[in-house]
């Protein structure tokens, strides 16, 4: 049985349920195949050695995903290319290529959880009432471990930038 979180998150006040384990730093990020763009899967392995910003988001097709997500591609665009910024939806593949085309999205790489919700089980961050993800970000370290995570509490709320650049300044200060 999955692990239940009642109340862990809410959408406009109203509390919702996640589905799986709360990750914590020091944790190895558990692996996970999503959909690229092009339907070709890519794992966390794909990413190894690099540092991640993971963006977990309901919809790039809602006001505030949207505005996530163009500031993480601007501030991916300041950041050394050993530091990838990978945003994940249940949004199909073709529609975050064509959401990309639109916002001029080039920094970001958007992947899907549409087929198994497995990256959402496993990140805890799958809401049992809508089967969308939550607004969560982890930062996790060349060696796949978790450095830093953040749970937005509503889902209508930005994540605070800073505290993730600061994660990943700290991470590149390590060298």
């Known amino acids: 049985m999955m692990e239940e979180r009642n109340g862990a998150i809410t959408f406009q006040g109203m509390p919702l349920t996640l589905l799986g384990p709360e990750l914590k730093v020091g944790e190895r990020a ?3 195949t999503l959909a690229d763009n092009g339907l070709q899967p890519k794992t966390l392995g794909d990413y190894s050695g690099r540092i991640k910003i993971i963006s977990a988001l309901p919809s790039l097709d809602t006001p505030v995903c949207d505005t ?3 500031r993480f591609n601007q501030e991916a665009a300041k950041l050394p290319g050993d530091v990838v910024v990978l ?3 249940m ?3 073709f529609a975050q290529k064509r ?3 639109a916002a001029g999205i080039d ?3 958007t992947l899907s959880d549409y087929k198994e919700r497995a990256f959402g089980s496993a990140y805890g961050v799958l809401i049992r009432e809508i089967m969308l993800l ?3 970000i982890f930062v996790v370290d060349g060696n796949n471990v978790i450095r ?3 749970l937005v509490p509503d889902i209508t709320m930005e994540p605070d930038y800073e505290a993730v650049l600061a994660a990943v300044r700290a991470l590149l200060q390590q060298g």
């Open 134 to 136: 939550a607004r969560a």
């Open 68 to 70: 996530e997500t163009r």
């Open 91 to 93: 949004d199909l593949p």
């Open 87 to 89: 945003t994940v939806s």
């Open 148 to 150: 830093h995570t953040q």
């Open 30 to 32: 558990p692996d996970f």
């Open 99 to 101: 959401w990309c085309a």
């Open 107 to 109: 920094r970001v790489v």
